[in-house]
Structure formats: C-alpha cells, structure tokens
C-alpha cells in the first residue's frame, strides 16, 4: 500500500510539472489547436518556463535566471500551484484545469501528506496524518494504514464500499483524464 501511495503522489507530482512545462510552451490541446499564453515575455525553452515559476513561487530567487536545480523548482502539486502558474502565464486551458482539479480539490493534498507519512515516518508526519484522520471525521486515533482502508466519508464517495485510497486514486484518475481530454 505505500508504494501505491507513494507512486500515486509521485505521478501527481511530475504530472503537474510535465502539464505546466507542456502549455508554457504552446503545446496542442486534445482538438490539435496550440495552447495560447498572455505572458509578457517569451517562453523559449524548458529553462524559461521553469524561472517563471520559481520567480513566481520564490521571489528571493527572481535575480537569477538558472539553470535550476528540483530542489529549486515549486512544489508542483502544492495546493493551487498549478492553476496559480497557469493564470500567471495567461494560459488559455486554465479553466479546464480548474474544472478538473475541482473533483475533489483536497484529495490530492491528502494523498501527499498521507505520501510523506509513509516515505519520511517522521513524529510531524505522523501528526500531520493523524489530524487528517480527523478531518475526515473519525473520532477516534487510525493508524494511517487504517485510515487508508476506512470508508470513505459520504461526501466522497459515491457507495458506501469505497475505501478512502480508492477514491484518492479514482480523482486522480479523473483529473489527468480531464486536463488531457474535457469534456464540454
């Protein structure tokens, strides 16, 4: 179960940075037509995308100019990073971005803590999963692994089956679907 979990944030983390690199510069959309941006100055080259964001994310770094390191570049999947990168480069598929990471927009941020906890057992990643377990709305202390396999909260899940790992895999999937191909 933690390597599903791990893999799973992972994927979420490098998808959102391959999405964000894609439309800074001006891949084709699912229908073929090339993303448009508004930002001022030209986005060239992987190395320019990615100081947009870091001058956006960091602004003790915006006297440099790369190259970066991943240690330099944003959290990716931080919440709302995405779409706050997206609406600062001016690009025109921010709205689709939006609608998809709306599924259940705390999914993903659960999905990375509970991540953490299980790559770096940490005392603070401990915690940090522990309040996430009541968040959800259990009252009493779950381990994370138990929490994983507990049923979902009405509020999401669709049948009373679905675990709560099941639905944070299941937007997952949906999320990356509808960035790639919405639906109108």
């Avoid at 994310?57 to 995405?82: H, Y």
């Avoid at 009252?139 to 138990?146: A, E, G, H, S, V």
């Avoid at 997952?172 to 790639?180: P, Q, W």
Wanted: glycine share 6%; aromatic share 8%.
């Amino acid at each position: 179960m933690s390597y599903v979990l791990i893999e799973a944030a992972n994927l979420w983390e490098g998808y959102c940075r391959a999405f964000y690199l894609s439309t800074a510069l001006r891949a084709r959309n699912h229908t073929g037509r090339r993303i448009t941006l508004t930002y001022s100055q030209p986005i060239r080259s992987l190395t320019d995308a990615i100081t947009v964001a870091v001058h956006l994310n960091d602004s003790s770094k915006r006297t440099r100019s790369g190259p970066w390191t991943l240690r330099d570049e944003p959290t990716w999947c931080n919440a709302g990073f995405l779409s706050k990168v997206l609406r600062h480069v001016g690009a025109d598929n921010l709205g689709e971005v939006e609608r998809a990471m709306g599924l259940l927009p705390g999914a993903m941020n659960d999905l990375r803590r509970t991540r953490n906890y299980f790559a770096h057992k940490s005392e603070r990643s401990t915690r940090s999963v522990t309040g996430l377990a009541r968040e959800y709305g259990f009252t009493l202390p779950l381990d994370p692994m138990t929490l994983l396999w507990s049923p979902a909260p009405r509020r999401l899940r669709p049948s009373t089956a679905d675990p709560i790992i099941i639905r944070w895999l299941d937007v997952l999937y949906r999320t990356l679907r509808m960035t790639c191909e919405p639906v109108p």
